[in-house]
């Protein structure tokens, strides 16, 4: 009897390691992926700024703080730096150019991020349900994109998953959270803060969740008691704080310089900061502060991966009726709770506040990874669920997943290196999506082109008029054009007569009526493209003014 309860454990085991080898394994594929792919993306609009506020954080260190002109650069310094530092760090190091290492270490930072999604869903429903969130994300092209492109955006959203998964393990280890949660709960408030101060939106996560705690608590218990406990537990936490203030400091200085800077922030990123303009929403150019109430909830529907949508408002249903029942450990639903508003909160209070909507989502990658959770979370039931009917329902549960998962990965490799634009089969895929919404709103598609135009020059034997450089018109991200297009190349937004030009493949770019010498698509979507004007008058490029 007992060799046989020897072989069922160690059975047992098995069937528990399977998930978490699968999650190492998809880990390690994304790693691979990402090390050979990161040098296929592009520049976006953003990307020259950034690389120069980096390069003025380390000089601000390098110098002792005498040369402090990264606390007034154009608007950034009220953005925490963390990310361009250590891009311009790692540049220094590895013998890839700037812009390369950039896509590198985003690259690298958005796997931190799938990490820490894959321990949120296995600490929240078991491996399986991690596995499955950490698939759920790595399938997910508006944070597989973004996490090689954007230098804001996407480190914030791995800084609060980091910070998420030490509210949820303090929760899980209430009343008394161990050292290892203290400091990860403390690395992920330094991470978050000194990203952007919206990581203040976390503050409800971890409160009303506690409150759910104490209130539970008082029902069996006395007051005094209850009280004494919880206050326990926040001055165990303490010291996160510090550690947080800490790091915050070291990633954005600008926001220890004085007490009141944060706020100053806070109150700044409150109203919109720029000369408002259009973007194309529904088929119609909107004025960004004017989008309606439903832009959110409809890219939301039209960006995500249909089976993350079934299995994100399936996992976010689910908790809601775990904490009506009230069935699990008080402290489990706690940290369910607080995985749940990750995901609502930042959403109902953009659509209550209605800030300018712009980007698509790019503002709110954040929440992605605990609806991945949460969508783990669910499949984790579904899967046990399956078990209690046999091998075959779970193999059919298996089959539907992979399935729902191989859709957006082929649409992925389909659109590399755009994973960003997707849309899914709801809004009818990039080719109809891109007559309604904007698509390549980053500008990545500069690169291509530019490689593409040297090639077909090359290939020609053609040579610039003599005594200069070949002149292209720009409509888009002017720098990140010339950086791409090389020192034999001269950018110009129409001052003089151009050779060239090149265009994103957005609405404001006018169409010219002239050669087209370089067309960049993917499923049937132009991304950029490039005119030969020579002989010709150079065109006003521009019929909406980009952001």
Same mark, same amino acid.
Not at 26 to 33: A, E, G, P, S
Not at 431 to 445: E, I, P, R, S, V
Not at 490 to 502: G, I, L, Y
């Given at each position: 009897?007992?060799?046989?309860?020897?072989?069922?454990?160690?059975?047992?085991?098995?069937?528990?390691?399977?998930?978490?080898?699968?999650?190492?394994?998809?880990?390690?594929?994304?790693?691979?992926?990402?090390?050979?792919?990161?040098?296929?993306?592009?520049?976006?609009?953003?990307?020259?700024?950034?690389?120069?506020?980096?390069?003025?954080?380390?000089?601000?260190?390098?110098? !002792?703080?005498?040369?402090?002109?990264?606390?007034?650069?154009?608007? /950034?310094?009220?953005?925490?730096?963390?990310?361009?530092?250590?891009?311009?760090?790692?540049?220094?190091?590895?013998?890839?150019?700037?812009?390369?290492?950039?896509?590198?270490?985003?690259?690298? %930072?958005?796997?931190?991020?799938?990490?820490?999604?894959?321990?949120?869903?296995?600490?929240?429903?078991?491996?399986?349900?991690?596995?499955?969130?950490?698939?759920?994300?790595?399938?997910?092209?508006?944070?597989?994109?973004?996490?090689?492109?954007?230098?804001?955006?996407?480190?914030?959203?791995?800084?609060?998953?980091?910070?998420?998964? !030490? %509210?949820?393990?303090?929760?899980?280890?209430?009343? &008394?959270?161990?050292?290892?949660?203290?400091?990860?709960? !403390?690395?992920?408030?330094?991470?978050?803060?000194?990203?952007? %101060?919206?990581?203040?939106?976390?503050?409800?996560?971890?409160?009303?969740?506690?409150?759910?705690?104490?209130?539970?608590?008082?029902?069996?218990?006395?007051?005094?008691?209850?009280?004494?406990?919880?206050?326990?537990?926040?001055?165990?936490?303490?010291?996160?704080?510090?550690?947080?203030?800490?790091?915050?400091?070291?990633?954005?200085?600008?926001?220890?310089?004085?007490?009141?800077?944060?706020?100053?922030?806070?109150? $700044?990123?409150?109203?919109?900061?720029?000369?408002?303009?259009?973007?194309?929403?529904?088929?119609?150019? %909107?004025?960004?502060?004017?989008?309606?109430?439903?832009?959110?909830?409809? /890219?939301?529907?039209?960006?995500?991966?249909?089976?993350?949508?079934?299995?994100?408002?399936?996992?976010?249903?689910?908790?809601?009726?775990?904490?009506?029942?009230?069935?699990?450990?008080?402290?489990?639903?706690?940290?369910?709770?607080?995985?749940?508003?990750?995901?609502?909160?930042?959403?109902?209070?953009?659509?209550?506040?209605?800030?300018?909507?712009?980007?698509?989502? &790019?503002?709110?990658?954040?929440?992605?990874?605990?609806?991945?959770?949460?969508?783990?979370?669910?499949?984790?039931?579904? $899967?046990?669920?399956?078990?209690?009917?046999?091998?075959?329902?779970?193999?059919?549960?298996?089959?539907?997943?992979?399935?729902?998962?191989?859709?957006?990965?082929?649409?992925?490799?389909?659109?590399?290196?755009?994973?960003?634009?997707?849309?899914?089969?709801?809004?009818?895929?990039?080719?109809?999506?891109?007559?309604?919404?904007?698509?390549? #709103?980053?500008?990545?598609?500069?690169?291509?082109?530019?490689?593409?135009?040297?090639?077909?020059?090359?290939?020609?034997?053609?040579?610039?008029?003599?005594?200069?450089?070949?002149?292209?018109?720009?409509?888009?991200?002017?720098?990140?054009?010339?950086?791409?297009?090389?020192?034999?190349?001269?950018?110009?937004?129409?001052?003089?007569?151009?050779?060239?030009?090149?265009?994103?493949?957005? #609405?404001?770019?006018?169409?010219?009526?002239?050669?087209?010498?370089?067309?960049?698509?993917?499923?049937?979507?132009?991304?950029?493209?490039?005119?030969?004007?020579?002989?010709?008058?150079?065109?006003?490029?521009?019929?909406?003014?980009?952001?």
């Amino acid at each position: 009897m007992s060799g046989m309860r020897s072989a069922e454990n160690l059975a047992g085991r098995k069937v528990d390691r399977w998930p978490d080898i699968l999650a190492i394994l998809i880990l390690v594929t994304v790693v691979l992926v990402a090390a050979v792919t990161f040098r296929d993306y592009g520049l976006g609009w953003d990307d020259y700024t950034h690389s120069q506020y980096g390069d003025l954080l380390l000089k601000l260190y390098g110098s !002792g703080f005498a040369d402090t002109r990264a606390l007034s650069f154009v608007n /950034l310094y009220k953005y925490g730096g963390g990310f361009d530092m250590a891009a311009a760090l790692v540049a220094k190091v590895l013998p890839f150019d700037l812009f390369e290492t950039r896509r590198l270490v985003g690259a690298a %930072i958005g796997i931190v991020g799938l990490f820490v999604t894959w321990r949120i869903g296995r600490g929240l429903g078991g491996p399986v349900a991690g596995c499955a969130a950490l698939i759920l994300l790595a399938a997910c092209p508006l944070f597989y994109g973004h996490m090689f492109i954007n230098p804001k955006d996407a480190p914030f959203a791995t800084a609060m998953a980091v910070l998420l998964l !030490g %509210i949820v393990r303090a929760l899980e280890e209430y009343p &008394r959270p161990s050292a290892r949660t203290v400091v990860l709960l !403390g690395v992920g408030l330094g991470l978050a803060f000194g990203s952007r %101060i919206l990581a203040a939106v976390a503050a409800p996560y971890a409160l009303v969740a506690l409150v759910l705690i104490v209130a539970t608590d008082i029902r069996t218990g006395t007051w005094k008691a209850t009280a004494q406990q919880a206050l326990n537990f926040i001055w165990i936490l303490l010291p996160s704080l510090a550690l947080g203030y800490l790091i915050m400091g070291l990633l954005w200085p600008w926001s220890v310089v004085s007490p009141l800077n944060p706020l100053d922030a806070a109150e $700044y990123f409150d109203k919109f900061f720029e000369k408002p303009w259009k973007e194309l929403f529904e088929g119609k150019l %909107i004025s960004v502060p004017d989008m309606p109430i439903s832009y959110l909830p409809q /890219l939301f529907v039209y960006k995500l991966p249909i089976v993350m949508l079934v299995l994100g408002l399936g996992g976010l249903a689910g908790i809601i009726a775990v904490l009506i029942r009230g069935r699990l450990p008080l402290n489990r639903r706690a940290a369910l709770l607080s995985v749940a508003l990750a995901v609502l909160l930042p959403v109902v209070l953009a659509i209550i506040s209605h800030p300018a909507f712009y980007n698509g989502l &790019r503002h709110f990658v954040f929440v992605v990874p605990p609806f991945a959770a949460a969508g783990g979370v669910a499949f984790g039931w579904l $899967y046990a669920r399956a078990g209690a009917y046999g091998k075959y329902a779970t193999a059919a549960v298996c089959v539907a997943f992979i399935g729902g998962v191989a859709l957006p990965v082929i649409e992925m490799a389909r659109l590399h290196p755009y994973q960003y634009t997707s849309f899914n089969a709801f809004a009818g895929g990039v080719k109809k999506a891109q007559h309604n919404f904007m698509l390549d #709103y980053w500008g990545l598609a500069f690169k291509q082109a530019a490689d593409e135009l040297r090639s077909r020059l090359t290939a020609s034997a053609d040579h610039p008029p003599k005594g200069r450089r070949w002149i292209v018109a720009i409509c888009g991200p002017q720098a990140a054009a010339q950086v791409v297009l090389g020192p034999e190349f001269e950018t110009t937004f129409n001052e003089k007569q151009a050779d060239f030009a090149m265009a994103v493949g957005a #609405y404001y770019c006018e169409y010219l009526k002239a050669p087209i010498m370089v067309d960049i698509e993917r499923e049937g979507v132009v991304f950029a493209r490039v005119y030969d004007l020579r002989g010709g008058p150079t065109p006003k490029l521009l019929t909406e003014p980009p952001p």
